[in-house]
């Protein structure tokens, strides 16, 4: 009885560590980027935001715009897109 035990503690063991360690997967999909737009080089103040949206045919950047826009702007990474679905980051 207690040589089985070993044994299957042995197998058990020998399976797992078979399996590897789990990792991470890369997102599937396009990135999916909003434009922050702010008043001036501090960027302090936004005065605008121009959204990404996802579809089914992929990313449509700057689909609609909220504010304004400035010559100052960043990119910002909001989620990924994969065949019309949001991905998380």
Known sequence: MFKRAI??????GAAITAAGPSVAQPPQGDPVYNTYYYSDSSHNEVVGI???DCTYWG???DAWLEGQTSA???PILVAYCY???WQPL
Do not use: T
């Open 50 to 52: 121009n959204h990404g």
């Open 72 to 74: 100052y702007s960043e």
């Open 7 to 12: 044994i299957a503690s042995f197998v058990v």
């Open 59 to 61: 990313v449509v950047p």
């Open 83 to 85: 065949q019309g679905n």
